[in-house]
Each structure stands twice: as structure tokens, then as C-alpha cells.
């Protein structure tokens, strides 16, 4: 008897082995997904957490007359100038880290792709 890949005798064998790699695959895709989504939860709190800091400190001294209202929407104003860069520095590294974990699976698969000097991490 001559055993190979359509086997009947390892079809089953070979289906619970794939059953449960495509299991730990969804598995390892949620967490990512988790991480990913609560990384995202924490980033927006950061975000706003400094805009609410300077709201409240600010409130309360207007409210008791030892600073204008004037200067509160400048601090906040300025708040909204430094996020900007700094979320297209974030974006900028994401882009990056991106490019490179894309590049180390491609050069990983095909060793002819790598070049003869390795890139610096």
C-alpha cells in the first residue's frame, strides 16, 4: 500500500492538524486585535488628557478671577499646535515599523531577496 498526501488513512489526522492551526491562527489574531484596540483606548486617553487637565486648572482660576479667560484659550490653542506633529511623528514610526516587519517577512521567505549588508534596526 502505497501511503501519500490523499491518504484516507491520514485525512483525519491531517484535518485536526489543520483544524488546529487555523484555531491558534483566530486565537493569536484576536489578542493582536485586543492589544491593538485597547493601545488605542490608552493613545485617546493621553490625547485628551492634557486639553482636560488644562480645562480644569484653568476653569478653576478663572472662576476665581486670578487669570483671564483669554489665557485659557491660548494654553489650549497651543496644546492643539504641539498634538498635531506630534501624531505625524507617531503616524510616521507606525509607518516605518510597518515597512520594516513587511520587509523581514518578504527577506524571511525568499533569501535571494536579502541584501548583502543587513539593515540596521
Not at 482636560?52 to 483671564?68: D, E, T, Y
Amino acid at each position: 500500500m502505497i501511503v501519500g498526501p490523499h491518504d484516507p488513512a491520514t485525512a483525519g489526522e491531517e484535518k485536526t492538524h489543520f483544524r488546529a492551526l487555523v484555531d491558534e491562527s483566530f486565537h493569536a489574531r484576536i489578542m493582536v486585535y485586543r492589544i491593538k484596540f485597547f493601545l488605542t483606548a490608552f493613545g485617546n486617553l493621553l490625547d485628551a488628557v492634557g486639553p482636560l487637565i488644562v480645562l480644569v486648572v484653568g476653569g478653576w482660576f478663572v472662576i476665581q478671577g486670578s487669570m483671564p479667560v483669554g489665557t485659557l484659550v491660548v494654553f489650549i490653542s497651543g496644546i492643539q499646535k504641539i498634538a498635531d506633529p506630534w501624531d505625524q511623528l507617531a503616524g510616521f514610526y507606525r509607518t516605518m515599523s510597518n515597512a520594516r516587519v513587511k520587509y523581514k517577512l518578504i527577506a524571511d521567505t525568499l533569501p535571494e531577496a536579502r541584501p548583502s549588508t543587513p539593515c540596521q534596526s
